[in-house]
């Protein structure tokens, strides 16, 4: 029922960057933690980012992503985004956001079944 719709993707050369970002029309968005993953092909889906329910004060974050990409979010705007800079050719994926309404913590963070919903994705391509 909550549907998510990311946006914000594309093909950016080495050292570029993008935002993510992922919108829904949900009322309740506030209450949601969010997180972002990404799948490349051939590979497992791997958790990147995660930030908190509300004011989004507890973040987490993959260590291949730490220095380089930032979550945050905007009630307001129903919204999550993902800042990522300084993007390298092994960041190329599909990247997806999801919604929990479980209490967060590192554990749940990481662990895509504590996701109830998903955005369709949007593709990142980052070429050397």
């Known amino acids: 029922q909550v549907h998510l719709v990311e946006s914000g993707g594309g093909l950016v050369q080495a050292g570029g960057s993008l935002r993510l970002s992922c919108a829904t029309s949900?009322?309740?968005?506030?209450?949601?933690?969010m997180g972002w993953f990404r799948q490349a092909p051939g590979k497992e889906r791997e958790f990147v980012a995660g930030?908190?329910?509300?004011?989004?004060?507890?973040?987490y974050y993959a260590d291949s992503v730490k220095g380089r990409f930032t979550i945050s979010r905007d009630n307001a705007k129903n919204t999550v985004y993902l800042q990522m800079n300084s993007l390298k050719p092994e960041d190329t994926a599909v990247y997806h956001c999801?919604?929990?309404?479980?209490?967060?913590?590192?554990?749940?963070?990481?662990?895509?079944?504590?996701?109830?919903?998903w955005g369709r994705g949007t593709q990142v391509t980052v070429s050397s």
């Open positions: 930030i908190s329910r509300n004011s989004g004060s507890i973040i």
């Open positions: 949900d009322r309740t968005f506030s209450t949601y933690a």
């Open positions: 999801a919604a929990a309404r479980i209490y967060y913590s590192s554990g749940v963070a990481y662990d895509s079944r504590n996701y109830a919903y």
